[in-house]
């Protein structure tokens, strides 16, 4: 069987929260720095970005379409795409009609809910996937978690919902002896199958790259290949897995990373490798044995494990405040659409990896911030803000469950007015074919004259008239209703 | 070694400085230190030699061995004999003369300081003539000139060492007489070790010095005493404590304390200010206090000495030093041996060797409310700092100070690395 290389890239970029002083909590609910947000979104998208995804739709038309490749697209990140870099969305579009390129399922937030709380991760991996679907016109059918974070019970989770397949860090630390170039399967729930990431393989385009005192440098897209190539006999599946942003980005241009990206396609076709989409590697290979995953693994750092984002004290204090039992039900139950547009942002890892003290011989990237306790210090602030926010919504007697049945009720109300103002609407036109020649507008201006069908009308509109005033503040929908019943309300009076 | 102060008498964190230089230094085994100073009280430890610059002769008298024989603190009448033996010069016009023929000092920072620091400039010569010594090092501007003296005398190389320049102690507005002799003892040091890096940036920038014989050698602190250890916290539950402790002066910027709590106070009423300390400034504190309508808040216990200091960090949950600029600053260190969480300003050096700090611009009130406000309200944050805090001073030594000190002074009397065996085994020792 011919080895096939699974290519793969996460589209996402924090949204850096701006400067928030404890002093601002109560009265400030803006939290985002828009400049910094604008100026990184658009440098990234013209170093790398907008390069990166040009070149693979070369390749595409180049290679006869023999050229494959998945994304993954946190949904914050296409809000931010959306507002500042729509230019992008269309060479996204494109690739898409390609046929070449599916696109992943993740959490909306790029958060770290699938640990946190199960409900708001199903809700938000729905929401990404619709979101996927109004854009890009595919369904997902395979998942990867935000940084690749994954164990048994998020396995089973995810097959729960339905996915296919997940990305998964070939940590060693999970595979032991084992090879990251086979599919498994998860060890909870053997729907649901593992494509491993080959960190190796991967850090040395995402990581090495440009690196000049790496023993391997310069890499060219033969010896890369030739590594490929030389694996053991059956090894079969080399995910290669990382940031969009390492094209161009960390690598920069002058390194030639695109020209070497470009050469591949041929080149393995000359050795006998392929390409191919997550779907079709998962479509071809059978899982070969379930894989064990007791604790969360990831690809950050060397540890491939969730210490820099849940390491310190700190970061599990923001952790579990943010994915309180009663906030969440509250925001999963509220409707307000700021709140959760905030809830997405604040969620996002990159908040709980500015906090983290560990050493990781790179530096740590902290955005705006100058250090972990300031990043702790301002997260936490805003924190405070959207947490007071969120319990000001409803008083804090009422239980979430009592929230959610008020809700459902709200719902069904809606849906009932709804059905009835199709029966009026019904009604009217039945009442028109039936014959009265006088419009309807004019009668309010002239009341005298039409006594009878004026009658017959408030009759008829009544019942839900009466209904209606009580149950609707809240269900936008149903607001045309009571402005067309005011006037039939009228005429009896007047008569 | 020439210094001004030396425990257990502590003007400022001067003596406590020379001791752990000393100590450091003591703990190698073949380092032998004589410590001239101003006034001991003979209660100092017995690990290095004392000399009493008080009872050092300048003009012959003729006295009696069983006369003067216990009237001497710190060195012995043998000394004094051989320290008699090598007078250079006629100074019987000198004021104050005593019938030792020596020249008493008043001690700590009297009046007529200048002169006393010329005096103590004219006794180190006669130690110079008498005295077998590989090394000077002078500590602060005080000695810097008892230094240069020593140096012209025997030859030897002077190392100073400045915990302090009048740049920071003025803000900028140097007086031209200690500049002049901060400037001149460094033209003739050989080595000038300086208490952080923003020192000797101070040193290379403002004094015009070398930058390759400027050597940044930070300070360390002592483990706790048992006693100290032991106090328990005296804290009122949901009530915070933010304390800020040193001189009220201009240096150390108690006004940007004052303006970070009138904002705090404005959000949350449970907590506390203490401003431990007195200086020149403390008046016009206690009045922005009451203008602003925070004076309940705020408390002004006064100058706190051993114990007390020790007592007031551990009552409180937040240490904060503003200072505007900090040579050092030994008192994050403290503040973190016992537990509690520091927030120092950027310019402050002790920032340098700490990572478990919250470091802001002495001037950014809004950040450093904002810091304040988060340790108080967080626990995580609190609890996180204080147990890292206490890892990360506990590995901060004196001995490791006095392994670098050992370093400089080997290459200074162009001595290597790897010629001294005993010196080799208490590098392994130590480590």
Not at chain 2, 270 to 282: E, K
Request: hydrophobic residues 35%.
């Amino acid at each position: 069987m011919m080895k096939t290389i699974c290519l793969y890239f996460e589209i996402h970029q924090p949204i850096h929260l701006k400067r928030y002083r404890f002093f601002d909590i109560g009265t400030d609910h803006y939290y985002y720095d828009d400049y910094e947000n604008e100026r990184v979104i658009n440098e990234l998208f013209e170093k790398s970005y907008k390069p990166a995804l040009q070149t693979m739709l070369d390749m595409i038309a180049e290679n006869g379409k023999a050229f494959k490749v998945a994304f993954s697209i946190s949904g914050v990140s296409l809000e931010l795409i959306e507002q500042y870099a729509p230019e992008m969305l269309d060479l996204l579009g494109r690739l898409a009609a390609t046929g070449c390129v599916e696109f992943l399922a993740e959490p909306y937030s790029h958060g770290l809910s699938s640990l946190g709380n199960a409900d708001n991760f199903i809700a938000e991996t729905k929401r990404q996937a619709k979101k996927i679907k109004q854009l890009f016109g595919q369904n997902p059918k395979v998942f990867r978690n935000s940084s690749l974070i994954y164990d048994d019970e998020i396995g089973a989770m995810v097959a729960d919902m339905g996915f296919k397949g997940m990305m998964v860090e070939g940590a060693k630390h999970i595979l032991g002896w084992k090879s990251p170039h086979y599919i498994y399967s998860c060890a909870q729930d053997s729907r649901l199958s593992l494509i491993l990431r080959d960190y190796k393989l991967s850090d040395d385009i995402g990581l090495r790259f440009n690196d000049a005192s790496w023993s391997e440098y310069p890499l060219m897209a033969d010896k890369w290949l030739s590594w490929v190539a030389s694996l053991p006999e059956g090894e079969n599946v080399v995910g290669i897995m990382m940031e969009l942003a390492a094209l161009g980005y960390y690598q920069p241009l002058s390194s030639h990373i695109l020209d070497f990206l470009r050469a591949l396609p041929k080149l393995a076709k000359d050795m006998g490798i392929q390409f191919a989409t997550p779907s079709e590697v998962l479509a071809k290979n059978k899982p070969v044995s379930p894989l064990e995953v007791i604790y969360p693994v990831s690809w950050n750092d060397e540890e491939r494990d969730t210490s820099s984002m849940l390491g310190n004290g700190m970061q599990r204090d923001a952790f579990n405040k943010l994915y309180d039992e009663n906030i969440v039900g509250r925001i999963l139950a509220s409707r307000d659409r700021r709140i959760q547009q905030d809830w997405d942002r604040l969620q996002a890892t990159e908040n709980f990896r500015f906090m983290t003290t560990k050493n990781n011989g790179m530096g740590n990237y902290r955005g705006i911030y100058d250090s972990e306790y300031d990043a702790f210090t301002n997260y936490m602030n805003i924190l405070g803000d959207f947490l007071k926010r969120v319990k000001d919504m409803f008083p804090d007697s009422v239980e979430n469950d009592e929230l959610n049945s008020l809700y459902t009720q709200i719902a069904n109300m809606g849906e009932e007015l709804n059905v009835k103002d199709n029966e009026i609407s019904r009604l009217r036109a039945r009442l028109k074919k039936l014959g009265s020649p006088e419009e309807e507008v004019p009668k309010e201006e002239t009341p005298a004259p039409e006594k009878k069908p004026e009658v017959k009308k408030a009759q008829a509109k009544k019942t839900p008239a009466k209904k209606a005033p009580a149950k609707q503040p809240e269900k936008p929908e149903a607001k045309e209703a009571p402005k067309k019943k005011a006037p039939a309300k009228k005429a009896p009076a007047k008569k | 070694m020439f210094g001004w102060e030396f425990p257990p008498k502590i003007y400022g964190g001067l003596a406590v400085a020379s001791y752990g230089i000393t100590k450091g230094l003591s703990l190698q085994g073949d380092v032998e230190t004589t410590f001239c100073m101003p006034k001991p009280t003979g209660q100092e430890e017995g690990f290095l030699k004392i000399v009493n610059m008080s009872q050092v002769p300048v003009v012959w008298r003729d006295v009696w061995y069983d006369n003067i024989k216990d009237r001497f603190i710190g060195h012995t009448a043998e000394d004094y004999y051989r320290f008699r033996d090598h007078l250079y010069a006629d100074f019987n016009y000198l004021q104050g003369l005593d019938d030792m023929g020596c020249i008493g000092f008043a001690g700590g920072y009297p009046g007529n300081l200048h002169e006393e620091i010329n005096n103590f400039s004219i006794i180190a010569g006669v130690l110079a003539r008498s005295e077998q010594f590989d090394l000077i090092h002078a500590h602060d501007w005080l000695t810097y000139p008892a230094g240069v003296h020593a140096k012209m005398v025997s030859g030897k190389p002077l190392c100073i060492h400045v915990h302090a320049t009048d740049f920071d102690r003025s803000r900028g507005k140097v007086n031209p007489t200690v500049y002049s002799i901060e400037k001149n003892g460094m033209d003739h040091a050989d080595c000038i070790m300086c208490v952080s890096e923003l020192t000797r940036q101070t040193v290379i920038n403002q004094y015009h010095q070398d930058p390759r014989k400027c050597v940044a050698m930070h300070n360390a602190v002592y483990p706790l005493d048992e006693e100290i250890r032991n106090i328990v916290p005296n804290k009122k539950k949901g009530e915070k404590v933010v304390t800020y402790l040193g001189r009220i002066t201009m240096q150390k910027g108690p006004e940007y304390f004052l303006e970070a709590a009138k904002r705090v106070l404005e959000r949350s009423r449970n907590i506390r200010f203490c401003f431990a300390g007195s200086g020149d400034m403390m008046n016009a504190m206690i009045e922005l206090a009451a203008s602003y309508g925070i004076a309940d808040r705020c408390h002004f216990p006064g100058f706190q000495r051993g114990k007390q200091v020790y007592e007031c960090y551990k009552n409180s949950d937040v240490f904060v030093m503003p200072s505007v600029s900090e040579p050092f600053g030994i008192a994050p260190l403290e503040a973190m041996q016992c537990g509690c969480p520091s927030i120092i300003s950027k310019q402050s050096g002790c920032g340098e060797i700490l990572s478990n700090v919250i470091k802001v611009d002495y001037w950014d009130i809004d950040a450093m409310a904002d810091a304040i406000y988060s340790i108080c309200q967080y626990d995580a944050l609190h609890d996180y700092l204080a147990e890292e805090g206490i890892k990360e001073v506990d590995r901060i030594t004196w001995e490791k100070v006095g392994l670098r000190i050992r370093e400089c002074y080997n290459q200074l009397i162009g001595r290597g690395w790897f010629d001294n065996g005993e010196y080799l085994n208490a590098v392994k020792n130590i480590k």
